[in-house]
Protein backbone atom coordinates (compact mmCIF):
# COMPACT_ATOMS: atom_id res chain seq x y z
CA UNK A 1 0.00 0.00 0.00
CA UNK A 2 1.17 3.42 -0.65
CA UNK A 3 0.69 6.31 1.68
CA UNK A 4 0.47 9.95 -0.01
CA UNK A 5 -0.38 12.92 1.92
CA UNK A 6 -0.89 16.56 0.34
CA UNK A 7 0.23 19.63 0.81
CA UNK A 8 -0.70 22.91 1.62
CA UNK A 9 -4.75 23.77 2.48
CA UNK A 10 -5.55 20.12 2.57
CA UNK A 11 -3.68 19.93 5.41
CA UNK A 12 -5.86 22.88 7.32
CA UNK A 13 -8.53 20.82 6.55
CA UNK A 14 -6.60 17.98 8.21
CA UNK A 15 -9.74 16.73 10.83
CA UNK A 16 -11.38 15.96 7.56
CA UNK A 17 -8.74 14.25 5.32
CA UNK A 18 -5.50 14.03 6.87
CA UNK A 19 -4.28 10.79 4.38
CA UNK A 20 -5.61 8.45 1.94
CA UNK A 21 -4.17 5.06 0.91
CA UNK A 22 -4.26 4.27 -2.93
CA UNK A 23 -5.41 0.59 -4.44
CA UNK A 24 -2.77 1.07 -7.35
CA UNK A 25 -0.16 3.79 -6.35
CA UNK A 26 -0.36 7.33 -7.08
CA UNK A 27 -4.01 7.28 -8.94
CA UNK A 28 -5.73 9.71 -6.71
CA UNK A 29 -9.25 8.08 -7.84
CA UNK A 30 -8.81 5.24 -5.98
CA UNK A 31 -8.13 6.49 -2.62
CA UNK A 32 -9.92 6.24 0.64
CA UNK A 33 -10.32 7.91 3.82
CA UNK A 34 -9.42 5.64 6.73
CA UNK A 35 -8.71 7.99 9.99
CA UNK A 36 -7.66 11.62 11.43
CA UNK A 37 -3.79 11.54 11.13
CA UNK A 38 -2.57 14.50 13.44
CA UNK A 39 -4.55 17.39 15.38
CA UNK A 40 -2.01 20.31 14.68
CA UNK A 41 -4.28 22.57 16.50
CA UNK A 42 -1.89 23.39 19.27
CA UNK A 43 0.37 24.48 17.50
CA UNK A 44 -1.32 26.31 14.28
CA UNK A 45 -5.14 26.96 13.65
CA UNK A 46 -4.43 27.66 9.76
CA UNK A 47 -1.83 25.46 9.08
CA UNK A 48 -0.80 25.94 5.34
CA UNK A 49 1.88 23.28 3.91
CA UNK A 50 3.68 19.99 5.06
CA UNK A 51 7.45 18.61 4.17
CA UNK A 52 9.09 15.60 5.30
CA UNK A 53 12.85 15.13 5.36
CA UNK A 54 14.86 13.13 2.94
CA UNK A 55 14.05 9.66 4.50
CA UNK A 56 10.39 10.63 6.22
CA UNK A 57 11.51 10.33 9.44
CA UNK A 58 10.70 14.26 10.29
CA UNK A 59 7.54 16.16 9.04
CA UNK A 60 7.59 20.03 8.89
CA UNK A 61 4.27 22.65 9.67
CA UNK A 62 3.51 25.66 8.74
CA UNK A 63 0.78 27.96 9.40
CA UNK A 64 -0.09 31.44 8.50
CA UNK A 65 -1.74 32.19 12.27
CA UNK A 66 1.77 32.35 13.91
CA UNK A 67 4.20 32.36 11.28
CA UNK A 68 6.27 29.54 12.73
CA UNK A 69 7.53 26.17 11.14
CA UNK A 70 7.23 23.42 13.31
CA UNK A 71 9.29 19.70 13.50
CA UNK A 72 7.67 17.03 14.33
CA UNK A 73 8.95 13.23 14.75
CA UNK A 74 7.50 9.90 12.88
CA UNK A 75 8.40 7.06 14.71
CA UNK A 76 7.91 5.50 11.44
CA UNK A 77 8.96 7.04 8.37
CA UNK A 78 6.26 9.19 6.08
CA UNK A 79 3.41 8.00 8.89
CA UNK A 80 1.58 11.13 9.68
CA UNK A 81 -0.38 9.40 12.27
CA UNK A 82 3.26 8.18 14.47
CA UNK A 83 4.30 11.99 14.63
CA UNK A 84 4.97 13.42 17.86
CA UNK A 85 6.09 17.51 18.28
CA UNK A 86 9.42 17.77 18.83
CA UNK A 87 9.47 21.23 20.02
CA UNK A 88 12.03 22.51 17.22
CA UNK A 89 10.36 25.49 15.64
CA UNK A 90 11.43 28.20 13.05
CA UNK A 91 10.69 32.01 13.67
CA UNK A 92 9.07 32.84 9.71
CA UNK A 93 7.53 35.79 10.17
CA UNK A 94 8.85 37.67 7.60
CA UNK A 95 6.38 36.53 5.13
CA UNK A 96 3.48 37.40 7.50
CA UNK A 97 0.69 34.87 5.66
CA UNK A 98 3.10 31.56 5.57
CA UNK A 99 1.35 29.50 2.90
CA UNK A 100 3.86 27.17 1.19
CA UNK A 101 7.32 26.10 1.86
CA UNK A 102 10.22 23.61 0.28
CA UNK A 103 13.69 22.60 1.22
CA UNK A 104 16.55 22.67 -1.38
CA UNK A 105 17.91 19.19 -2.30
CA UNK A 106 19.92 18.30 1.09
CA UNK A 107 17.75 20.15 4.09
CA UNK A 108 20.53 23.25 4.55
CA UNK A 109 17.84 25.62 3.06
CA UNK A 110 14.42 26.48 2.91
CA UNK A 111 12.19 28.63 0.90
CA UNK A 112 8.66 30.20 2.42
CA UNK A 113 6.23 31.75 0.70
CA UNK A 114 2.49 33.45 1.02
CA UNK A 115 0.28 35.88 0.40
CA UNK A 116 1.70 38.36 2.77
CA UNK A 117 4.16 39.82 -0.01
CA UNK A 118 5.24 38.97 -3.34
CA UNK A 119 8.69 36.90 -2.05
CA UNK A 120 10.05 33.79 -1.40
CA UNK A 121 11.92 34.12 2.25
CA UNK A 122 15.08 31.73 2.17
CA UNK A 123 16.19 30.30 5.32
CA UNK A 124 19.69 28.87 6.06
CA UNK A 125 19.86 25.34 8.09
CA UNK A 126 23.13 24.71 10.31
CA UNK A 127 22.15 21.37 10.95
CA UNK A 128 20.29 19.58 7.28
CA UNK A 129 16.49 19.27 8.15
CA UNK A 130 17.14 20.31 12.01
CA UNK A 131 14.40 24.19 11.68
CA UNK A 132 15.63 24.82 15.08
CA UNK A 133 19.34 26.26 13.62
CA UNK A 134 17.62 27.71 10.98
CA UNK A 135 18.18 31.78 10.51
CA UNK A 136 16.52 34.09 8.11
CA UNK A 137 19.26 34.94 4.77
CA UNK A 138 17.08 37.12 2.22
CA UNK A 139 13.78 38.14 0.67
CA UNK A 140 13.53 36.93 -2.99
CA UNK A 141 11.34 39.00 -5.21
CA UNK A 142 9.22 36.95 -7.18
CA UNK A 143 6.52 40.45 -7.95
CA UNK A 144 4.97 38.41 -10.78
CA UNK A 145 2.61 36.77 -8.77
CA UNK A 146 0.39 38.17 -6.75
CA UNK A 147 -0.52 35.60 -4.69
CA UNK A 148 2.21 32.85 -4.28
CA UNK A 149 0.77 30.11 -2.69
CA UNK A 150 3.01 26.81 -3.00
CA UNK A 151 6.57 26.05 -4.30
CA UNK A 152 7.95 22.96 -5.78
CA UNK A 153 11.28 22.07 -7.30
CA UNK A 154 11.91 19.89 -10.64
CA UNK A 155 13.59 16.65 -9.72
CA UNK A 156 17.07 18.54 -10.48
CA UNK A 157 16.91 22.22 -9.12
CA UNK A 158 17.23 23.66 -12.02
CA UNK A 159 13.20 25.02 -12.01
CA UNK A 160 11.21 26.58 -9.36
CA UNK A 161 6.99 26.34 -10.07
CA UNK A 162 5.32 29.08 -8.09
CA UNK A 163 1.66 28.44 -7.85
CA UNK A 164 -0.59 31.66 -7.51
CA UNK A 165 -3.83 31.23 -6.29
CA UNK A 166 -5.44 34.62 -7.36
CA UNK A 167 -3.85 34.44 -10.91
CA UNK A 168 -4.87 30.68 -11.21
CA UNK A 169 -1.71 29.67 -12.47
CA UNK A 170 1.78 27.97 -12.34
CA UNK A 171 4.27 30.23 -13.03
CA UNK A 172 8.30 28.38 -13.92
CA UNK A 173 11.38 30.36 -12.83
CA UNK A 174 14.21 29.19 -14.52
CA UNK A 175 17.35 29.32 -12.26
CA UNK A 176 20.78 29.77 -12.37
CA UNK A 177 21.93 27.53 -10.18
CA UNK A 178 20.04 24.12 -8.99
CA UNK A 179 18.38 25.05 -6.23
CA UNK A 180 19.28 28.79 -5.30
CA UNK A 181 15.92 31.11 -5.81
CA UNK A 182 18.02 33.91 -5.57
CA UNK A 183 19.18 34.35 -9.12
CA UNK A 184 16.22 33.16 -11.78
CA UNK A 185 15.59 34.00 -15.72
CA UNK A 186 12.60 35.86 -16.23
CA UNK A 187 9.67 33.65 -15.43
CA UNK A 188 6.85 32.71 -17.70
CA UNK A 189 3.22 30.60 -17.53
CA UNK A 190 4.12 27.26 -17.02
CA UNK A 191 0.33 26.03 -17.04
CA UNK A 192 -3.23 27.80 -16.49
CA UNK A 193 -5.55 26.04 -14.19
CA UNK A 194 -8.18 28.35 -13.64
CA UNK A 195 -10.33 25.74 -15.67
CA UNK A 196 -10.27 23.66 -12.75
CA UNK A 197 -10.25 25.23 -9.66
CA UNK A 198 -11.02 29.20 -9.08
CA UNK A 199 -8.29 29.30 -5.88
CA UNK A 200 -5.61 26.47 -6.32
CA UNK A 201 -3.39 26.33 -3.04
CA UNK A 202 -1.14 23.04 -3.07
CA UNK A 203 0.74 20.91 -5.90
CA UNK A 204 3.02 18.36 -5.60
CA UNK A 205 4.47 15.57 -8.08
CA UNK A 206 4.32 11.76 -7.87
CA UNK A 207 7.19 10.12 -7.83
CA UNK A 208 8.90 9.67 -10.80
CA UNK A 209 7.12 13.55 -12.05
CA UNK A 210 4.48 12.31 -14.86
CA UNK A 211 2.09 13.38 -12.58
CA UNK A 212 0.89 16.46 -11.32
CA UNK A 213 -1.89 16.68 -8.62
CA UNK A 214 -3.24 19.99 -8.22
CA UNK A 215 -5.60 20.89 -4.78
CA UNK A 216 -8.01 23.74 -4.76
CA UNK A 217 -9.89 25.66 -2.24
CA UNK A 218 -12.95 27.01 -3.82
CA UNK A 219 -13.84 23.19 -5.13
CA UNK A 220 -12.02 20.94 -2.12
CA UNK A 221 -11.07 18.72 -5.06
CA UNK A 222 -7.82 17.17 -5.99
CA UNK A 223 -6.77 17.54 -10.06
CA UNK A 224 -4.62 15.17 -11.19
CA UNK A 225 -2.48 16.10 -14.20
CA UNK A 226 -0.20 13.78 -16.62
CA UNK A 227 3.19 15.38 -17.52
CA UNK A 228 4.68 14.29 -21.05
CA UNK A 229 7.90 15.17 -20.13
CA UNK A 230 8.46 14.06 -16.59
CA UNK A 231 8.71 17.29 -13.93
CA UNK A 232 8.14 19.54 -17.07
CA UNK A 233 4.73 21.51 -16.16
Known amino acids: KKILFTLSILLACVLAAPSHVFAVAYNIADATFIQVALDVSGQDAQPGDILFNDDGTKMYLVGSENDFVYEYNLATPYDIASAVFSEAVLDVSEEGNSTGMTFNDDGTTLYVTGSGGDEINEYTLTTPYDVSTGSFTQRIPITTNRAPNALLFNDDGTVLYVLDRLDQEIN ?15 PQVALDVSGQNGQPTSMTFNNDGTKLYLLGYDSQEINEYDLATPYDI
Open 172 to 186: EYGLLNPYDASLSFI
